[in-house]
């Protein structure tokens, strides 16, 4: 009570009671809402007008667009200043919940009415729990009060609404605790065994590092270790002495291009540096002689991909380029001769060039999500292909040498511009799923049925289905050769 004094006081001091906000209760927002949502724009129309345009899908920071960062760092600090205000108000405690909340603000960013619900997670907001009601009854004096002297970040020429879930109080971890003989994960566990020797797999991930551990040096047998979301600005050279260590994830931290330090070793298999701030690969990657997976996405080469390491990594299989903000693919790539594994999801690809077909081993392409018009007319070199992904771009036909890739066992065209189903594709001997979903397709070719291994058919999103069109004979066909349609 003492605490509601205290902000209440605060209130009448700065005169702003006569703008007491209404704080709804659930029956009256239910009333209202609709009313509601038709006299309040929302907020986000205000500072970030092309979100209804933008493609779905995850972004981080620094892949915004300036608009979308903005909306984005508003959001988050409605969150740090409605906690701010409970724990100045001590009403939390020990306890953590969550609110969903909706403002309807005036044009200055003062607050006429507001509705929130209190609960103990966001999937089950329950208000006649018992948890629920006593830390209700904690917030309920001071965040009605405090929403009447408060004023959102953003001003306009008409009222507006914001919705936000969000959560309130320190709540516990979020890191999800692997088990298992042989794991390890956290620095008092690892400090505190007395069988070091037992352990291969150390998960320190989230853990706010700015420093690498020396503790981690004391397992003569580690092979897995995770640094992965920290604070960590320097991987240093020991780190890579670890004898048997053969995985190494440090992805989600600040590293930068000077700060990974590697020292030549023969070991380490698998390398993570996914979002560390690079824009060139480190050439101390070289230094992995017997490096197999790279994963260098969510970093930003923009400013083209450096090809130098390509020299060295003589038995890398796996390369990861997911979401790198990538326009060109280089030639070079053609160096990396036992690859089997190539994703480029998420960039900014117009063409891929002809030599890429020069990697022999290949057997998982990943292209979907860039602004490819046309695929190279060798693709069909790549004899070892199996899975071919490349939805999400603007193809309206596949080279010919296609049929040429007989061990393709998945294709998905989805989501790109096709008006009829690409003759190379009819002719691919072990074919067993084919994505035609989001396309222009009017019909679909009797000579599908001659694909004796397709088990699944996707065509979703079609006139062909969206008018109903589909052979109901050739959907009969395709069924009795075991195979499914979605449609």
Same mark, same amino acid.
Request: some cysteine; aromatic content about 8%; glycine content about 4%.
């Given at each position: 009570?003492?605490?509601?004094?205290?902000?209440?006081?605060?209130?009448?001091?700065?005169?702003?009671?006569?703008?007491?906000?209404?704080?709804?209760? !659930?029956?009256?927002?239910?009333?209202?809402?609709?009313?509601?949502?038709?006299?309040?724009?929302?907020?986000?129309?205000?500072?970030?007008?092309?979100?209804?345009?933008?493609?779905?899908?995850?972004?981080?920071?620094?892949?915004?667009?300036?608009?979308?960062?903005?909306?984005?760092?508003?959001?988050?600090?409605?969150?740090?200043?409605?906690?701010?205000?409970?724990?100045?108000?001590?009403?939390?405690?020990?306890?953590?919940?969550?609110?969903?909340?909706? #403002?309807?603000?005036?044009?200055?960013?003062?607050?006429?009415?507001?509705?929130?619900?209190?609960?103990?997670?966001?999937?089950?907001?329950?208000?006649?729990?018992?948890? *629920?009601?006593?830390?209700?009854?904690?917030?309920?004096?001071?965040?009605?009060? +405090?929403?009447?002297?408060?004023?959102?970040?953003?001003?306009?020429?008409?009222?507006?609404?914001?919705?936000?879930?969000?959560?309130?109080?320190?709540?516990?971890?979020?890191?999800?605790? /692997?088990?298992?003989?042989?794991?390890?994960?956290?620095?008092?566990?690892?400090?505190?065994?007395?069988?070091?020797?037992?352990?291969?797999?150390?998960?320190?991930?989230?853990?706010?590092? !700015?420093? %690498?551990?020396?503790?981690?040096?004391?397992?003569?047998?580690?092979?897995?270790?995770?640094? @992965?979301?920290?604070?960590?600005?320097?991987?240093?050279?020991?780190?890579?002495?670890?004898?048997?260590?053969?995985?190494?994830?440090?992805?989600?931290?600040?590293?930068?291009?000077?700060?990974?330090?590697?020292?030549?070793?023969?070991?380490?298999?698998?390398?993570?540096?996914?979002?560390? !701030?690079?824009?060139?690969?480190?050439?101390?990657? *070289?230094?992995?002689?017997? #490096?197999? @997976? $790279? +994963?260098? =996405?969510?970093?930003?080469? @923009? =400013?083209?991909?450096? *090809?130098?390491?390509?020299?060295?990594?003589? /038995?890398?299989?796996?390369?990861?380029?997911?979401?790198?903000?990538?326009?060109?693919?280089?030639?070079?790539?053609?160096? $990396? &001769?036992?690859?089997?594994?190539?994703?480029?999801?998420?960039?900014?690809?117009?063409?891929?060039?002809?030599?890429?077909?020069?990697?022999?081993?290949?057997?998982? #392409?990943?292209?979907?999500?860039?602004?490819?018009?046309?695929?190279?007319?060798?693709?069909?070199?790549? /004899?070892?292909?199996?899975?071919?992904?490349?939805?999400?771009?603007?193809?309206?036909?596949?080279?010919?040498?296609?049929?040429?890739?007989?061990?393709? &066992?998945?294709?998905?065209?989805?989501?790109?511009?096709?008006?009829? %189903?690409?003759?190379?594709?009819?002719?691919?001997?072990?074919?067993?799923?084919?994505?035609?979903?989001?396309?222009? #397709?009017?019909?679909?070719?009797?000579?599908?049925?001659?694909?004796?291994?397709?088990?699944?058919?996707?065509?979703?999103?079609?006139?062909?289905?969206?008018?109903?069109?589909? @052979?109901?004979?050739?959907?009969?066909?395709?069924?009795?050769?075991?195979?499914?349609?979605?449609?």
């Amino acid at each position: 009570m003492l605490n509601y004094l205290v902000i209440l006081a605060g209130i009448l001091i700065t005169g702003t009671l006569s703008a007491q906000t209404v704080c709804l209760t !659930k029956p009256e927002h239910d009333a209202v809402a609709k009313k509601l949502a038709n006299e309040y724009i929302l907020a986000q129309t205000i500072i970030d007008p092309g979100f209804r345009t933008r493609q779905p899908g995850f972004r981080t920071v620094d892949e915004m667009e300036p608009s979308e960062k903005k909306w984005f760092e508003l959001s988050e600090q409605f969150g740090k200043d409605l906690n701010l205000m409970l724990k100045q108000a001590n009403v939390l405690q020990d306890t953590a919940g969550y609110l969903i909340v909706n #403002l309807y603000a005036n044009p200055d960013g003062s607050l006429n009415r507001v509705f929130y619900e209190v609960g103990r997670n966001f999937s089950v907001i329950r208000s006649d729990s018992l948890a *629920t009601l006593r830390l209700k009854e904690r917030i309920d004096p001071v965040l009605c009060p +405090w929403f009447s002297t408060y004023r959102f970040p953003v001003t306009g020429d008409k009222p507006y609404r914001f919705s936000s879930a969000l959560a309130i109080g320190k709540l516990p971890s979020k890191r999800k605790l /692997r088990k298992g003989p042989g794991i390890m994960t956290t620095l008092a566990e690892a400090e505190k065994t007395a069988r070091p020797d037992t352990v291969k797999n150390l998960v320190l991930y989230t853990l706010e590092l !700015k420093d %690498v551990p020396e503790v981690i040096y004391r397992f003569p047998n580690l092979e897995i270790l995770d640094l @992965s979301v920290n604070n960590l600005s320097v991987i240093p050279e020991n780190v890579f002495r670890i004898p048997t260590l053969k995985q190494l994830n440090v992805s989600g931290n600040p590293l930068g291009n000077e700060g990974l330090h590697v020292a030549r070793n023969k070991h380490l298999k698998i390398l993570n540096i996914q979002s560390t !701030k690079i824009t060139a690969i480190p050439k101390a990657v *070289t230094r992995n002689r017997r #490096l197999e @997976s $790279l +994963w260098l =996405g969510l970093n930003d080469f @923009s =400013g083209g991909l450096n *090809t130098a390491p390509f020299h060295r990594l003589r /038995r890398l299989k796996d390369l990861n380029l997911y979401k790198a903000k990538l326009y060109v693919l280089p030639n070079q790539i053609r160096r $990396l &001769r036992r690859l089997e594994v190539l994703d480029l999801y998420y960039n900014n690809l117009r063409v891929l060039p002809e030599r890429l077909c020069r990697l022999p081993r290949l057997q998982q #392409l990943a292209i979907s999500n860039n602004k490819l018009n046309t695929l190279p007319e060798n693709l069909g070199r790549l /004899r070892k292909l199996q899975v071919l992904y490349t939805h999400h771009n603007f193809l309206g036909s596949l080279p010919a040498s296609l049929q040429k890739l007989y061990y393709l &066992r998945i294709l998905d065209v989805s989501h790109n511009a096709f008006v009829t %189903v690409p003759d190379p594709v009819l002719t691919l001997p072990y074919l067993e799923e084919l994505d035609l979903s989001h396309n222009r #397709l009017t019909d679909l070719p009797s000579s599908l049925t001659r694909i004796q291994t397709l088990k699944k058919l996707f065509v979703r999103g079609n006139p062909v289905s969206e008018q109903k069109t589909v @052979s109901a004979n050739l959907i009969k066909q395709l069924e009795g050769n075991k195979t499914e349609v979605f449609y």
